[in-house]
């Protein structure tokens, strides 16, 4: 570009020029527009926050609250409990297997000898075997030990968590599955502390959505019945005076 020429922008790109001249000329002009905007952003926020609350505390809201809550619960006690209830059926299997191969043994030592010595030396083997593995179960009942082995079906599953979380919330209490240990006692008081106020708010929310259904249902069955008793009457009522003008034509 030679010394003193002109240049001459096209008609668009020369308009956002000016429109951004005239917006750097009001900021210098006016220097609590950021704080503005920054007000402004804050109002959002605030506004969006209230939204949210008042979202969460809506039927809706509420609702799908107690979902995440009990979910989030049956993943906990799932967590804490699954682990301990597959190591005590694997110990009481081991126990079990180790018990039984000795018996075995016992028998294969015993069979060489005579029947009187083979059957008191049998005796007393088995009685101390069993004595043992009795003093096994006992302690692993204590710790909350339920009498199956690996390969039965777990209690502690997903659902059988979820189940355990709303039974504690709802307080109606569940008697087949309790948590056994020390971490799993502590989580269930404070998910109990924290989920039956969240779940007599989502009943009290709950309640007059649920009367309001009630009392639609049944004012529809009443009209519904009342009306097949009028027609039912009209129907009667029409029968006796068709009968009565027949009567009346026939004496005629």
């Known amino acids: 570009m030679r010394p003193g020429q002109v240049v001459v922008l096209p008609r668009g790109a020369a308009l956002a020029l000016a429109r951004s001249n ?3 000329r ?9 704080r503005d905007k920054r007000l402004c952003t804050k109002e959002n926020c ?16 509420l609702f799908l609250v107690m979902i995440g809550y009990v979910a989030l619960g049956g993943l906990l006690f799932r967590e804490l409990e699954a682990g301990n209830e597959h190591d ?12 039984l191969e000795k018996l075995w043994k016992g028998i294969l030592d015993a069979n060489p000898l005579p029947d009187k010595e083979k059957r008191r030396n049998f005796s007393i083997y088995a009685t101390n075997e069993l004595q043992l593995f009795e003093n096994t179960v006992t302690r692993q ?3 909350g030990f339920d009498g199956r082995t690996t390969n039965s079906e777990h209690d502690w599953n997903f659902f059988g968590a979820v189940l355990y979380a709303v039974t504690l919330i709802s307080t109606i209490g569940y008697g087949n599955i309790t948590t056994k240990t020390t971490q799993g006692k502590i989580a269930t008081v404070l998910y ?3 989920g039956v106020p ?6 009290a929310n709950m309640g007059s959505t649920m009367a309001k259904l009630f009392a639609f249902v049944f004012s529809r069955i009443t009209m519904i019945f009342c009306c097949r008793m009028t027609n039912k009457k009209k129907r009667t009522l029409a029968l ?8 009346k034509n026939n004496h005629s």
Do not use: W, Y
């Open 22 to 24: 005239s917006m750097r």
């Open 26 to 34: 009001r900021q210098a002009k006016d220097p609590t527009s950021n």
């Open 46 to 61: 605030l506004t969006c926050c209230k939204k949210f609350t008042a979202f969460m505390f809506s039927r809706v809201g």
């Open 88 to 99: 005590m059926r694997r110990i009481m299997h081991d126990e079990l297997t180790l018990t």
């Open 141 to 143: 009942v204590d710790k």
């Open 192 to 194: 109990s502390a924290f």
């Open 198 to 203: 969240l779940m007599m708010l989502f009943v």
């Open 240 to 247: 006796k005076n068709r009968q009565k003008l027949m009567e």
